[in-house]
């Protein structure tokens, strides 16, 4: 009974996952190039880093990068009057833009405020193709929690400003078939997941950062989730087979078997799994983006580290991965289990928080120093006499030194060693 | 009882003279720059604003300027492993105040501070930087630095106060040690803080809504020690009347336009300090001039009236008028002390906001989160191209900021002004 009850509880998952994976995240696939440069230009960024930290830490494809420009806050008027700019200075392939939370100006959707934003978005795009960008893709507004927008008190209920976003993601379709750009929706997952999170955890859970309308950290994830599966990434970081009779291990593109024996492998990885930063100290915290895991297969189909051993020496064997330990069966590690999934704090994590911080830093740059640099530039020239020629070579030395930002964002992660060890459990037999 | 207070204050604002600062005479030359260097405290543009108006407008010498390396979270080692060779010397400063230790005593130990300080001095001293002022760091305020950091427990601005005042002693040695100059901004802190906590109330901030990062007031302070300990002398003019021969004379930075029948005209290129607020308000100046000696020992712009045909006279400078004595006219008056609102209060103030933009660029350029602090990343990623681009780099935006700071400097215009005498009633 006991057993069948688990293969419920099994069945039941994987459906979800499969009515999830179809319904909310199947969307035409969006081909990055190896060496793309990808600009995202929106007014939320935290899931711009990581993608960009998956891009660069999991290499589902050669040496694409990510920029992150714009901050909370943005428009579409932003975007036009300085972000697009900044994002062609450094001739990215494909640029992402994400807007419409405050294009809406938290009113009940209007024919001026579809337009304006039609408008806007149309000659952004139409500037970002000739400034050089290969591929320009427009995505929805991201879609807000309403517990937050009532804690807000906005002017609005958050039933009439989730249609105008809903009007305003329609627009960005629009646009989209028009300029011949890609589209993404990204509204309809976050929405959707939002609801479903709610329903489980109630509606102290808030997906959006309880002092304004923007994704927290949950909700960056499953925006995170959703591009990634955008750009058909297919989430195969990595196997490592150890055969425990030979003492043989092998290990896919990205992680070198240093040394391996009966039942421990050393390694050395230029290729990471994904690694979520938070401690799992409540699962019903949504600032632990952890907590948001159980509504979508993230590990199972972006970040599959697999562990296969082989001929284990007995029913049950204890892995130890980093400070962590877990008992599999043997018939679960011939089959592979993931240690992306299974091992949340395993030797990744520091390395690839250091990853994200680096991102987190660039856009900084990008959006903060590298922008009141120009800012002042500009200003300087228009005050002080005579000032032309320092102001341009300051212009200059913002453009080389963001270049070279953004190029020593191209190489390799640092590798990591770390050790896996697998010991028999006293007393379990195959 | 005000009599009383008044010898008081006389007596704790000569001590504060006597006690803390050292530099005897003039530590500036003409054209000389100072590098203000330190932490946050710096960086946020208050009491190096302060000194670097000071030292355009009030000028005690030529054609000086400052740049604010002022960088968030900064301590001495910090300071002397990222900024100080790459960022600081990158300018060729003839002049440098250090102001570090608010940091290094939450994050490292004495030994630290002292050891990094010792190799900081060394290395200005090397370099070009004829004169250094080692400044002692501030203090946390005793009532808003438990409620920001630490629950509420007042012990622990005691024990931080403590710590910051064994920096103090550390810095004021390493200066003694390598003859260069040193300012105890710490004791002037401590002391002005209790003074105005008297007098206001425990709850009065006097370093900050946060206990650390004072306003207008405790940046004032620092200000004074800083002014004080590059040997500022305070001599910013005299003007002489003598109303019976109907001759105006002044010193030098004020010229005479005309005197006639107690209606003196003149043009100044040299301006008294110029205070503002609420004194009862921490964001002011206005507040800590009974605390310490500012007028007395860094601003004297003094009128000397000879021959008074009255008793006394009724002065309008401005749009305040004051009367004082025939005796104390001879004796002469300081006008910025006096009138705390005068003619050069609004030029003052559009100098002061001048410099302050230039400190802000200094600080988009050299600050925490600076373009040269990215450059030395980049190089450091990548010693080959990005050193090559440092090099050419660096010396770009040296030319950007100093063309920047000339033009701050050249905003300093001549302010027309005039003072009417006229005979009054008792004073």
Redesign the interface.
Known sequence: MKTFSNLQKKLAVILFHLLLGTSLFAQAPIDLQPRDVVAFCGDSGQFAEWIGAYLFACQPKSAVQVLVFGDRGGTTKELLDSTCNKAISLSPNVVILCYGMQDGNFQKSNPQTLESYRKKLSQAVQRLKSGGVRLVIITTPTALDPDVFKLKKLPITPEDYSSTLSDLGKVAQDVAKQENAGFIDIYTPMAELIKKAKEKFGPTYLMTAADYVYPDKGSHFILAYTFLKAFGMDGDIGAITLDMASGTATSTAGHKVISSDKGKVELESTRYPFCSSGKSLNPQDPLDPRSILAFFPFNQELNRYLLIVKNASAGNLEVTWGQQSKEFSSDALEKGVNLANEFPDGPFCAPFEAITKEMSRAKSFYNGTANRLLATADETEATIPDSHEVCEKLRKVVQRQSELLKNSGTATPSPVRHVITIAPVAGSSK | MKIIRSIFLALSVLSFSQLLFAAEALQLHKGDIVALCGDSITEQTRYSLFVGTYLVACQPCENLSTINFGAGGATSKSFLETKLSSHVLAFHPTVATLCYGMNDTASCQPGVYAQSMKQIVQILKNNGVRYLLVGSPGVVDTYAYPKTFRGGDSETAVKRNLALGELSKIAEQIAKENSVGFTDIHSAMVKAMQQSKAKYGQEYLFAGSDGVHPDLNGNLVMAYTVLKGLGCNGNIGTITVDMKSGQATATEGTKVISYANGQLALESTRYPFCFTGDPASPSSTTGMLEFIPFNQDLNRYILIVKNSPAASLKIQWGEISKIFTAEQLAAGINLAAEFLKNPFSLPFEKLQETIRKQHL?DT??VGN???FN??A??RE??PE??GK?FEE?RD??V??ES??RA?SSNKLVPVRHSILMEPAGQP
């Open positions: 660029i988009q350029l989160a600076s373009l990215q450059m990343e980049n990623k990548n191209v990005g681009a780099d770009a935006l030319q950007f063309k920047v033009n």
